[in-house]
């Protein structure tokens, strides 16, 4: 079975400055997705960012970027020019195949934007 | 498009209760979850649903837990009886399903449940 590590419960940032959360994961799949997902308070889990473990290359969204270890199964989140919108429970997840499969979570980590 | 809606936001039971949680996917979604999110922690899949049928209910608490997606399309998961460990969120989520390639997931507002 798989498992997902997320070491920090929680970040602080100044607003407009860059912030990396960390991820690592542990699987014996070849084939399979990982993901950021952001909750605010309201609950809504909303996706930031995927990166399909066949590709190379680091996905990238806006402000958002990944770096995407395979060897080390490693998938860290950055984000750069922090916005106090940015400030929720940020959380890394693994699925095999093409998402169709359930979500395997991280236990999260609380990104505090400090104005 | 309407997304993935949850019913009711908030319930509060006593223990040994009854209760159950109500979601409708989006239109056309065949896959449907429900995951448990206890407070503190990250999402834990109960139940995935292809269509009508259970595709994953390895985490599923069946002595408790039970879930029903009968005509393809809503679905109800309901919990007797409660217990107190049974307090969390309860996210519904859906998936164009099928094919090969990405799906995304797109989650409900989710159901916050306390158990007395």
């Known amino acids: 079975a798989q498992t997902v590590t997320q070491s920090q419960p929680e970040m ?16 014996s799949e070849s084939d399979y997705y990982l993901f950021w997902y952001k909750q605010p308070p309201s609950r809504q889990m909303i996706l930031v960012i995927r990166q399909e473990a066949y590709k190379q290359q680091n996905a990238t969204e806006n402000r958002f970027s990944v770096n995407f270890q395979k060897a080390a199964k490693s998938f860290s989140l950055k984000i750069s020019d922090s916005q106090l919108g940015d400030a929720a429970m940020y959380f890394c997840a693994f699925s095999h195949g093409g998402g169709a499969d359930g979500l395997t979570f991280g236990k999260g980590t609380h990104l505090i934007i400090q104005p | ?7 009711p936001r908030y319930k509060i039971i006593e223990k040994r209760q009854s209760v159950a949680f109500w979601c409708n996917p989006i239109s056309g979604h065949a896959t449907l ?12 899949l109960l139940i995935q649903f292809q269509n009508n049928g259970v ?58 449940l306390t158990v007395l």
Not at chain 2, 67 to 94: H, M, N
């Open chain 2, 55 to 112: 595709v994953d209910d390895s985490q599923l608490p069946k002595d408790r837990f039970s879930a029903e997606r009968l005509k393809g399309v809503d679905s109800t998961l309901k919990i007797q009886p409660a217990k107190l460990e049974d307090s969390a969120v309860y996210l519904c989520a859906s998936n164009r399903g099928g094919g090969s390639g990405y799906n995304e997931q797109f989650f409900g507002p989710g159901t916050r």
């Open chain 2, 1 to 7: 498009e309407a997304g993935v809606a949850q019913s």
């Open chain 2, 33 to 44: 979850y429900w995951y448990q999110q206890i407070l503190g922690q990250g999402p834990k």
């Open chain 1, 12 to 27: 602080s940032v100044q607003e407009a400055e860059t912030v990396t959360l960390s991820c690592t994961y542990d699987t």
